[in-house]
């Protein structure tokens, strides 16, 4: 047995079991045959279609086909509402307040801008060039909102609060699932919602200075983030009804996936409840907890799914 072939059997382990038995051998006598008769590693390529392939036989064996797909559709609306936050955010950013005396990275209201810029290119180029690329902008849009926790202290400029940035994250991480192929319709959907979203911010008294000098982004965000959770809720929960009438619980799968990141964009309201205070702003310490449980409770949700839905084996009948 070669090195080669050794390889990709170690590959083929992220098969399940009786797959393997089955067609192990044909599938890595298929790789060898394409493989170069000098290549000693299987390709990058080779090794995330094995790891695909093996992920989607072990979910068909869960019952839980439809979980990529719904992972698909998940990306796609987390992508949507990440870039429209960028839009309203960046419009924000144009607006610092009146107060000269106030820190802001002006001509902005604080780094944030960088961040929400990279969030909006990604969204036109989804419309233009959708696949690998536009993963690689999603990604390198996250790290940017990643890094402004690290950059402001160190460069002594503000930034937006954690709580603006923790959904944020949470919907780049999702987003990353962007499909490679949607009709051009849906592709220019979030561009057209950014300009929609940019248009309307640029021409409401929510977002004038005097809302929210002195404060940056609370007094805006405090009130759309709800606003935008209950919005993707409520899309999440009639797509996955919709497609229930087919026996399709892509849709399922989907708003269990995006409970995290509606869960840290209802924050504020959630931690309010907690701290007795309402829907005004929570103290730091009963949001850093509320972040926490929400957190941990809705990436559990998605395996303790999967545990539910893996079939039970009929029992085998008896010999009389």
Excluded: C, K
């Amino acid at each position: 047995m070669s090195d080669l072939e050794r390889r990709y059997l170690r590959l083929l382990r992220a098969y399940p079991a009786g797959y393997r038995r089955a067609r192990g051998a044909e599938i890595v006598g298929t790789y060898l045959d394409l493989a170069d008769p000098d290549r000693r590693w299987p390709s990058l390529a080779d090794a995330a279609d094995l790891l695909r392939g093996g992920l989607r036989q072990r979910l068909r064996a869960a019952g839980a086909a439809d979980l990529l797909p719904g992972v698909r559709l998940a990306a796609v609306l987390a992508f949507l509402t990440a870039t429209s936050l960028a839009a309203a955010w960046s419009v924000l950013e144009l607006r610092p307040p009146a107060d000269l005396s106030l820190p802001t990275a002006r001509p902005f209201v604080s780094l944030g801008i960088g961040a929400w810029i990279a969030w909006l290119l990604a969204a036109v180029g989804y419309a233009l060039a959708p696949g690998r690329w536009t993963r690689r902008a999603v990604a390198l849009a996250l790290l940017l909102t990643l890094g402004l926790v690290p950059a402001a202290p160190l460069v002594g400029l503000p930034r937006p609060p954690l709580f603006v940035l923790l959904p944020q994250i949470a919907l780049g991480l999702v987003a990353l699932g962007l499909p490679d192929a949607l009709p051009a319709p849906l592709r220019a959907a979030p561009p057209v919602a950014v300009g929609v979203v940019a248009l309307a911010g640029t021409n409401l008294h929510l977002l004038s200075p005097q809302r929210f000098a002195g404060s940056y982004y609370i007094s805006t965000a405090v009130p759309v983030l709800p606003v935008a959770a209950v919005a993707l809720l409520a899309v999440a929960l009639l797509l996955a009804a919709g497609f229930a009438v087919r026996t399709d619980h892509r849709g399922v799968w989907a708003a269990l996936i995006l409970l995290t990141p509606i869960g840290l964009l209802a924050l504020q309201p959630l931690a309010g409840v907690v701290d007795g205070v309402g829907t005004t702003v929570a103290v730091w310490s009963e949001l850093a907890a509320t972040a926490v449980v929400i957190g941990v409770l809705g990436p559990a949700l998605l395996p303790l799914a999967l545990a539910l839905r893996r079939p039970t084996r009929s029992p085998r009948p008896t010999s009389r």
